[in-house]
């Protein structure tokens, strides 16, 4: 696997629940935002600033964004960032979009996390 691009977000974010079929609102555009309405839950991912009252509220990640795009048949692109924070000990809350993938820590573990990212041959730049 070659050595990827990521960008560490500048936001800091929170990862919201709702129970199943509820309304959520999407935050505004211009920052990474996630909404999941799934049968069991909807889940939003959103900017702290922006996290709605009356959910469940896990707040205080940071984004990584992968900075290439791959075809979807080239395997292992994910792993290649999950496997070395797992042997860091840092948990993880993934995501995709059509083009390329995300992946939010703990803030407490963001500079954990770019060292066991470059440690691993990737290359972090961080969005001002």
């Not at 924070?85 to 995501?95: H, K, P």
């Amino acid at each position: 696997m070659p050595a990827l691009d990521l960008s560490l977000l500048r936001d800091v974010y929170a990862v919201c629940r709702y129970p199943a079929g509820s309304p959520a609102k999407a935050p505004s555009p211009g920052s990474f935002s996630l909404l999941v309405q799934a049968a069991e839950e909807t889940t939003l991912v959103c900017p702290i600033e922006e996290a709605p009252p009356g959910s469940e509220i896990d707040a205080g990640w940071r984004c990584f964004r992968i900075g290439q795009s791959f075809d979807f048949s080239v395997p292992g692109i994910l792993a290649s960032v999950l496997a070395p924070l797992a042997q860091a000990g840092i948990g993880i809350f993934a995501t995709s979009t059509f083009s390329t993938d995300y992946v939010l820590v703990k803030a407490g573990d963001a500079r954990k996390a770019v060292a066991a990212l470059e440690e691993a041959g990737h290359r972090v730049g961080r969005q001002t």
